[in-house]
């Protein structure tokens, strides 16, 4: 719709709105300011509708919008036409707003779907196991590989170390700075683990994106004591310390 069709539908009164920024621009006082700017709301609504009606109810697109509008107050010239118009052609970045709005929105979308596939097969194989699953158990269930869990895990922002690093009551302090290394020394040692061990590899280093869990928790949801979680903890760190040493 062209510009004058939008002033004649949404009745956008150029004279008066021009008469309300001569007083802004005359005495910039916060009244004045916000005089104006209801004097421009139709302007508004008309931008949103016709750029992004979709995108009507997110209240981030409509700051975008009065956030142009300012922005073109200050720097409008009345010398050079309508403020109106002038308003209208700088709402047109709207496009590109509403363009990072959508794709945010359908990125949330899909990571919460991703979420909720995750958690679903997780109660499933809870149910079926009668203790939590593995990632590996998560991703053969998923038909999907264990480096595509982690990464669900990472884009749905679910806490992930950095670089599987884990915490440090766990690693060993040769080990602890060391993460690349580290990571694939555990990869080794899961692979070479009973389910508990690797579920709690998962969870003290982060492997695979995993939570990070404290030791009791991690006991209560396999129904043993912590202080077994504890010496499986040491075994680990043992396998690791030897492996270390191996790969020197």
């Given at each position: 719709?062209?510009?004058?069709?939008?002033?004649?539908?949404?009745?956008?009164?150029?004279?008066?709105?021009?008469?309300?920024?001569?007083?802004?621009?005359?005495?910039?006082?916060?009244?004045?300011?916000?005089?104006?700017?209801q004097q421009a709301q139709p302007i508004i609504d008309y931008?949103?509708?016709?750029?992004?009606?979709?995108?009507?109810?997110?209240?981030?697109?409509?700051?975008?919008?009065?956030?142009?509008?300012?922005?073109?107050?200050?720097?409008?010239?009345?010398?050079?036409?309508?403020?109106?118009?002038?308003?209208?052609?700088?709402?047109?970045?709207?496009?590109?707003?509403?363009?990072?709005?959508?794709?945010?929105?359908?990125?949330?979308?899909?990571?919460?779907?991703?979420?909720?596939?995750?958690?679903?097969?997780?109660?499933?194989?809870?149910?079926?196991?009668?203790?939590?699953?593995?990632?590996?158990?998560?991703?053969?269930?998923?038909?999907?590989?264990?480096?595509?869990?982690?990464?669900?895990?990472?884009?749905?922002?679910?806490?992930?170390?950095?670089?599987?690093?884990?915490?440090?009551?766990?690693?060993?302090?040769?080990?602890?700075?060391?993460?690349?290394?580290?990571?694939?020394?555990?990869?080794?040692?899961?692979?070479?683990?009973?389910?508990?061990?690797?579920?709690?590899?998962?969870?003290?280093?982060?492997?695979?994106?995993?939570?990070?869990r404290q030791n009791t928790e991690i006991a209560k949801q396999?129904?043993?004591?912590?202080?077994?979680?504890?010496?499986?903890?040491?075994?680990?760190?043992?396998?690791?310390?030897?492996?270390?040493?191996?790969?020197?």
């Amino acid at each position: 719709m062209a510009a004058q069709e939008a002033q004649q539908k949404y009745r956008f009164d150029d004279a008066k709105l021009q008469q309300y920024w001569q007083a802004w621009k005359k005495e910039p006082t916060s009244a004045n300011l916000k005089e104006l700017m209801q004097q421009a709301q139709p302007i508004i609504d008309y931008a949103i509708h016709y750029y992004a009606s979709d995108l009507a109810a997110v209240p981030s697109l409509r700051l975008q919008a009065k956030a142009l509008v300012l922005d073109s107050m200050h720097k409008f010239d009345p010398s050079k036409g309508s403020l109106v118009n002038y308003l209208l052609l700088n709402l047109q970045r709207l496009q590109r707003y509403a363009g990072q709005e959508r794709r945010m929105l359908h990125q949330s979308e899909r990571m919460a779907m991703q979420l909720q596939a995750i958690e679903k097969a997780t109660q499933e194989l809870l149910a079926s196991l009668g203790r939590p699953p593995t990632t590996q158990e998560l991703a053969d269930y998923l038909g999907l590989s264990t480096e595509q869990i982690r990464l669900m895990r990472q884009q749905s922002k679910l806490p992930v170390p950095a670089a599987a690093m884990p915490s440090e009551d766990v690693v060993p302090q040769t080990l602890s700075s060391r993460n690349a290394e580290l990571e694939e020394l555990l990869k080794y040692c899961y692979d070479e683990s009973d389910a508990i061990d690797k579920y709690i590899i998962e969870s003290k280093f982060g492997l695979f994106g995993s939570p990070i869990r404290q030791n009791t928790e991690i006991a209560k949801q396999f129904n043993i004591s912590p202080a077994a979680i504890t010496k499986r903890l040491d075994n680990i760190n043992k396998r690791l310390m030897r492996l270390a040493e191996l790969l020197r």
